[in-house]
């Protein structure tokens, strides 16, 4: 069978949606098994591994901070969402998963180091916007018609989420991690957008 036939890509669209579901599935698992942990020791981990804004300490507790949360309400708040738009980013292939994961983490982090409250961060929102961001505006720099189409359902079914990246009176809301993800995932979307083909010349 010659190469590149629809049984082919429908296999490798049957194998991404199965290596997303059981990443995501891992990783939650791992946050919740992080999160049992947190509140036996009441939550003595929040405060060595939260991120603290502008401390040298807390540069490197960017690496740890989304993987922590208040509690388990907390994070079940954040898990519906991180699976779905993990999942859907993770379609696209492992690469263009990770570098959307890792610049919704770092974006997310440099956010709250930068111009954060006072406190401790934590929480894996940061992650849910950037990767919310990236699956809403990838499309555009594609000039793909169905991942334009992706993003306005998603943006019909969680477009409210977005206030969240405003500043707000609620000081348990860290919006400076809301928007540095959302940032961090435009980033990604634009730098893994295809670049131009040279004009042929003859």
């Known amino acids: 069978m010659p190469e590149g036939t629809p049984v082919e890509a429908k296999e490798s669209l049957a194998g991404r949606a199965k290596g997303g579901l059981l990443f995501m599935g891992g990783f939650v698992i791992l946050l919740y098994v992080i999160e049992f942990i947190n509140t036996l020791m009441l939550h003595g981990l929040n405060r060595t591994f939260g991120l603290r804004s502008r401390t040298l300490d807390g540069v490197l507790d960017i690496l740890t901070f989304p993987l922590l949360h208040a509690n388990f309400n907390h994070l079940l708040s954040n898990t519906l969402p991180l699976i779905i738009f993990g999942f859907l980013a993770f379609m696209s292939g492992f690469r263009v998963f990770i570098t959307a994961l890792a610049f919704s983490w770092l974006g997310s982090g440099l956010a709250v180091w930068l111009i954060g409250g006072g406190g401790v ?11 919310f961001a990236f ?12 991942q334009i189409l992706l993003s306005v359902v998603l943006f019909m079914a969680y477009g409210s989420i977005l ?10 809301i860290s919006w400076q991690a809301h928007l540095g993800g959302a ?14 083909q040279p004009a042929a010349t003859f």
């Open 135 to 146: 699956l809403l505006v990838r499309g555009f720099f594609n000039r793909n018609w169905w």
């Open 121 to 131: 961060t934590v929480g894996a929102s940061g992650l849910v916007f950037g990767l």
């Open 183 to 196: 940032v961090g995932g435009v980033i990604a979307a634009v730098l893994l957008c295809p670049k131009p």
């Open 163 to 172: 206030f969240g990246v405003l500043p707000t009176v609620m000081g348990y």
